[in-house]
């Protein structure tokens, strides 16, 4: 059983910078894949980006935006979301996923836990 909690949302102004948060319970951070998705108002979950199991220490990803980059440290159990250049589509909620020995695939039914989200707003 992996809980996650997100931190790190809030209002910035477009062109800014948020960094997500996402950590995780337990011991076994290193087996599970970690993921971030977003959901705008009135529209479907949307995947952001993935970084798959087994990677050792600190690794980074890229995202489905050019302007987000998605990063683990497996000593602290945490995830991390580093978002560039925003602006007001980016506004919504951001959550974490995990999936065990996962490869970070975009499909959020692989993905047995989830955070309870964090909001990101983009003012323009």
């Known amino acids: 059983q992996v809980q996650l909690v997100e931190s790190g949302g809030g209002l910035v102004q477009a062109g800014g910078s948020l960094r997500l948060s996402c950590m995780a319970s337990?011991?076994?951070?290193?087996?599970?894949?970690m993921a971030w998705f977003r959901q705008a108002p009135g529209k479907e979950r949307e995947f952001v980006g993935g970084i798959p199991w087994g990677r050792d220490g600190t690794d980074s990803a890229d995202s489905m935006e050019d302007r987000f980059k998605i990063s683990r440290d497996n000593a602290k159990n945490s995830v991390y979301l580093q978002m560039n250049n925003l602006n007001p589509e980016d506004t919504a909620v951001y959550y974490c996923?995990?999936?065990?020995?996962?490869?970070?695939?975009?499909?959020?039914?692989?993905?047995?836990?989830w955070g309870q989200g964090t909001q990101g707003t983009v003012s323009s």
């Open positions: 996923a995990a999936a065990l020995r996962g490869t970070g695939t975009p499909v959020p039914e692989e993905y047995a836990y």
């Open positions: 337990g011991r076994a951070f290193y087996y599970y894949a």
